[in-house]
């Protein structure tokens, strides 16, 4: 009960490590032994005025069923995150080029990035976009979830 009350209030994998001295890996391996893992949901952009289906995703532990089904056959994109100094434009330019050539060759994107400043964050440029963060705890809860036919970085 504890290690999931501590997924539902925000703690990573990594912080749960750091306090219980341990790894992530150690973390994640007991997590998902005892079916602690987290709900995908989309993100309501009407405010629940009128029923909305949107390709806006995120993970939560608060949840009970999956916002969506899995029927495989994506392919994982995965963004550059912030902008910082000395990278910025250009790694997510990467990641739309990518996924324009993608879509060219009609196949289905995934797009995992959290700055909604970004191209690649566009409605319109993935079938999936999940706004979260660029970790290993997260990339690989989506992986498992989505099970994508292949992944890559940009």
Known sequence: ???KTAKQI???DKQIAAVIK???LVVR???EEHKITPFVKQIDTVAAEWPASTNYLYLTYNGSTHDIDFPGDFIMVLGSG???IGSSVEFDWCAVGCLRELKNQ???TIMINYNPETVS???DMSNRLYFE???FEVVMDIYKLEMPDGVILC
């Open 106 to 108: 009609e196949k289905k």
């Open 121 to 123: 964050t566009d409605y």
């Open 1 to 3: 009960d504890i290690l």
């Open 29 to 31: 391996k007991w997590r």
């Open 133 to 135: 963060e660029i970790s």
């Open 22 to 24: 341990s790894t992530e």
């Open 82 to 84: 912030v902008y910082r």
């Open 10 to 12: 925000g703690f990573s």
